[in-house]
């Protein structure tokens, strides 16, 4: 199985540090006149307190990343997004994929044409999710203190009952890292659910840590990706 995609998480910090083989993740939302990357609806740029950092200004420079996804952090950007993604950035908008929203707002994103990455967790199973089947998910979870092992490429009620999460095989999986949620998450642990996912064969991880996943999936590889 190919390895997965390094993306790396809240990457609007990075604008131009970041080796091009990783994929960013960036949080989005709307000023009523700009796409400015933020994941916390500070009201510092709103009062000019500081320069935001603006969506196109990280882009230039940042086109040649082989995926882009983009997490919309509040309703009523899709429209302007699809502007930039689609026709000022064609190239971009084709490695791109939106996830994050509201049922509302990923349904408008995807009449607009972004491909969309529904949530799916021991909470949101794939077969609940509106709009499903999609060409990419979003794999998460709520309860970091239960048994990584309850990730499944299957899933029956059985499974749903016991908070098991289904990956499915028809689309694109993004998972994501434990540290981006928990904080400070011991080393073991991380490298613990990163080869879960290695054996997932999920197409990319969403982490805060690139270097070091990268360095587990080539150890992993060398021990036989058992």
């Known amino acids: 199985m190919p390895e997965p995609i390094v993306l790396v998480h809240r990457a609007q910090a990075y604008p131009h540090s970041m080796p091009s083989r990783w994929g960013a993740?960036?949080?989005?939302?709307w000023t009523g006149s700009f796409l400015v990357l933020?994941?916390?609806?500070?009201?510092?740029?709103?009062?000019?307190?500081?320069e935001p950092m603006?969506?196109?200004?990280?882009?230039?420079?940042?086109?040649?990343?082989?995926?882009?996804?983009?997490?919309?952090?509040?309703?009523?950007v899709e429209k302007r997004l699809a502007e930039v993604?689609?026709?000022?950035f064609p190239e971009v908008g084709a490695r791109s994929f939106v996830f994050g929203a509201s049922y509302a707002t990923l349904r408008a994103a995807k009449a607009l044409g972004?491909?969309?990455?529904p949530r799916i967790s021991e909470e949101e199973p794939w077969e609940m999710v509106p709009g499903c089947p999609t060409s990419h998910c979003w794999l998460d979870r709520w309860d970091w203190a239960s048994d990584v092992a309850y990730y499944e490429p299957n899933q029956s009620p059985e499974d749903f009952a016991q908070?098991?999460?289904?990956?499915?095989?028809?689309?694109?999986?993004?998972?994501?890292s434990p540290e981006t949620h928990v904080g400070h998450s011991p080393w073991f642990w991380l490298q613990h659910h990163w080869r879960v996912f290695f054996r997932l064969g999920v197409a990319g991880i969403c982490t805060d840590h690139p270097e070091e996943c990268e360095r587990a999936y080539q150890q992993w590889q060398t021990e036989g990706a058992r």
């Open 114 to 117: 972004l491909p969309t990455a």
């Open 163 to 176: 908070q098991r999460i289904y990956v499915p095989q028809q689309a694109r999986v993004w998972a994501v």
């Open 25 to 29: 993740v960036l949080d989005v939302r």
């Open 85 to 88: 993604l689609l026709k000022e």
């Open 54 to 76: 603006y969506l196109e200004a990280w882009l230039d420079g940042n086109e040649d990343r082989p995926v882009f996804a983009w997490n919309i952090r509040e309703d009523g």
């Open 38 to 50: 933020e994941h916390d609806l500070y009201s510092g740029y709103r009062e000019a307190k500081y």
